[in-house]
């Protein structure tokens, strides 16, 4: 057997420049990984920092400012990608590391690959305690690391060389299967980094993988199939894991043969053009008028490549009555609705489930309704996002800027990709933003990371360079983590940023008071301050101090010339407004349980908490239970 004398790092980085997957349309083989993301420390520049730079061809490595930020610049990127290809990423032991982890727990909630590749302590222990080791007093085999076990989908300390000969093959399965797909988290000693070992030169042939897609079972179609020849009132919710198996085709082609009208959970948006006749926008908390009405008349709900979360199903209170088919590629999910479980890929499925269908069609009474309230519906969105000129002295909301946004370009829908992730925009972007293209809404949203907007936007960026991609958020996420702007400007990616400017947590200043809370510790005028009081930021001198173009605009006019420019300039360019956080789009949405307290001095925590026990009463029993048929 021929072998070749490398160090671990060595045989790891070359590993992962032999793997690529094959592009189900094109057949193109391309690298499975885009790069790799690293900040050097002690921990890891010695060992894979030399063997980064032997491969740098191969596999580019870039410098990022932060390690939470890389992170989800990678996970984005997987993300834009539709799980098919990804990025791995590398820090130094001890805050490196940790500053990972927020990162780790995202990809896992999204259901989304990333390769985490932190240093760690020296298995000899020679230097113990080593710079920024942990000790644990009972364990000397732990390390900050250990904290990434709950957060990843596969997780292995790598104390011998050789353990990468069975390491990375199981780290490749689960980034590239549909069920198991999540971020996986390989610790590297940093003396094993750089040991050596005689390593199977068949090890490093270049290996093409295909995201294998499970096909259904005749047992579960038939059952699924039964289900909805017996519905009167079916409703579609296309799921995160309708894009990611690229079943936009099929789930128009199953609208448009049997007329079922479909609503979009926030990581499915996109999956069906939002001027498609059947589609009704989203679905729950943060949903459309027309999609919550039919929901909750819905007899058969048919969950398509959703996780079920609280704000698509309204916390369990949306469609109490209707029957869920579930039909998820992960068995995990498909057993959440409780009544059929369909387990198989989403386009595999719905087609096979279309086929079992073979000449019906929901009653036409409730097609046309759903085509009349989805065009209602639109008509309700071209209404709030034209609005153009404010009364004196009145700032925008969210609404009104969205529609600038989308103006700025005669194809937003096709052209662009907006990303977000927390605050208030969420809601506002998933009932207004419009697209026609899967994966034109970038929106996190499974753990709603606060941050993750501009080094996602960056990511993003390097998977889709022909898209223009415009990332929205607060000013409160803003100051949590902007330094990826730096980044871009770095390496030439340029993205539009749009920050909104509320003075605050706005969302749960406004959440706070509905819970009956008096107004505390939100907004900045509602916290504590020294005598100078709080600061007035200058958002747009920030990030030119980052390399960016910026300014600071007053009204959406003023915003629309600056969309223009910002369209115009290659490089990252960030236009600040000034925002009213009181208003939001009133129409649409559901209800969503946040627990308010039984005994309180207040009067309207009292009147919250009737409000809250009387809403539980419309929740599904026990929701994952089959529902009486």
């Known amino acids: 057997m021929s072998t070749l004398r490398l160090t671990m790092s060595q045989a790891l980085v070359r590993h992962l420049a032999a793997q690529y997957v094959r592009d189900e349309e094109s057949g193109e083989q391309l690298p499975l990984f885009g790069g790799v993301f690293a900040i050097f420390g002690h921990g890891n520049v010695a060992g894979l920092g030399e063997a980064l730079y032997q491969h740098r061809e191969q596999l580019p490595t870039y410098r990022a400012h932060n390690e939470q930020a890389m992170a989800n610049a990678a996970i984005a990127y997987a993300k834009a990608h539709m799980r098919r290809r990804m990025m791995a990423v590398t820090s130094s032991i001890g805050p490196g590391a940790t500053n990972l982890l927020t990162s780790a727990a995202l990809a896992h909630v999204n259901r989304l690959p990333v390769l985490l590749l932190p240093g760690d302590i020296f298995v000899s222990r020679a230097p113990d305690p080593v710079l920024q080791q942990l000790e644990d007093f009972g364990d000397g085999t732990v390390s900050v690391n250990d904290c990434f076990r709950p957060v990843s989908r596969y997780f292995d300390r790598i104390v011998k060389p050789q353990q990468l000969l069975t390491a990375l093959p199981r780290a490749m399965h689960v980034l590239t299967d549909a069920a198991l797909c ?31 897609r499970l096909p259904p079972t005749q047992e579960d179609i038939g059952a699924a199939a039964q289900a909805l020849r017996h519905a009167k009132h079916p409703v579609l919710i296309a799921g995160g894991g309708a894009l990611y198996a690229q079943a936009s085709d099929a789930v128009r082609r199953f609208a448009d043969t049997h007329g079922v009208p479909v609503a979009e959970t926030q990581a499915g948006k996109g999956t069906l053009s939002w001027q498609h006749p059947l589609q009704l926008g989203p679905a729950g908390v943060c949903g459309s008028t027309a999609a919550n009405e039919l929901l909750a008349e819905a007899d058969v709900v048919l969950a398509v490549g ?6 698509t199903t309204g916390s369990n209170a949306l469609y109490p009555g209707a029957r869920v088919i579930t039909l ?8 959440k609705g409780g009544d059929v479980q369909l387990l198989a890929d989403a386009r595999l499925g719905l087609e096979a489930l279309s086929s079992a269908l073979d000449g019906w069609r929901v009653d036409a009474g409730w097609k046309n309704r759903a085509e009349q309230i989805a065009q209602a519906w639109r008509n309700t969105v071209d209404d709030i996002t034209s609005h153009r000129e404010l009364a004196p ?4 909301y969210d609404g009104e800027i969205i529609g600038a946004v989308q103006r700025s370009h005669p194809d937003s829908a096709r052209h662009d990709i907006v990303v977000c992730a927390a605050g208030t925009l969420p809601a506002e ?9 899967p994966g034109g809404y970038h929106m996190e949203y499974g753990y709603s990371c606060m941050g993750y907007e501009i080094a996602g936007g960056l990511g993003v960026k390097m998977a889709k360079p022909e898209c223009e991609v415009i990332v929205m958020l607060g000013d409160g996420s803003y100051l949590m983590l902007n330094s990826e702007i730096a980044t871009s400007v770095m390496l030439g990616l340029k993205l539009i940023i749009v920050v909104l400017d509320n003075r605050g947590f706005g969302c749960i200043n406004r959440l706070q008071q509905a819970c009956g809370g008096a107004p505390f ?3 900045l005028d509602d916290c504590l301050q020294g005598a100078d009081g709080a600061p007035a930021i200058d958002f747009a001198t920030h990030a030119r101090s980052m390399g960016a173009h910026a300014e600071h605009v007053h009204s959406i006019a003023e915003l629309e010339q600056a969309l223009a420019r910002a369209r115009a300039s290659t490089r990252t360019y960030l236009i600040a407004i000034d925002t009213d956080h009181r208003r939001t789009t009133e129409v649409g949405g559901a209800w969503w349980e946040v627990a308010v307290p039984e005994v309180s001095a207040r009067d309207a925590v009292k009147d919250a908490r009737r409000a809250y026990e ?5 929740q599904r029993p026990f929701p994952g239970q089959p529902h009486d048929a």
């Open 429 to 437: 972007l998933e009932k207004l933003w419009r697209t026609d293209t």
């Open 328 to 335: 998820n590629v992960n068995s995990y999910d498909a057993l």
């Open 306 to 311: 959703t996780r079920l979360q609280d704000f």
């Open 521 to 523: 510790n939100n907004m």
């Open 614 to 618: 009387t809403a539980k009463q419309q």
């Open 182 to 212: 999540g971020p996986v988290t390989l610790a590297l000693p940093q003396d094993v980094q750089a040991e050596a070992f005689d390593w199977p030169e068949t090890f490093f042939a270049p290996r093409v993988h295909s995201i294998r």
């Open 393 to 396: 002295g009145t700032l925008p």
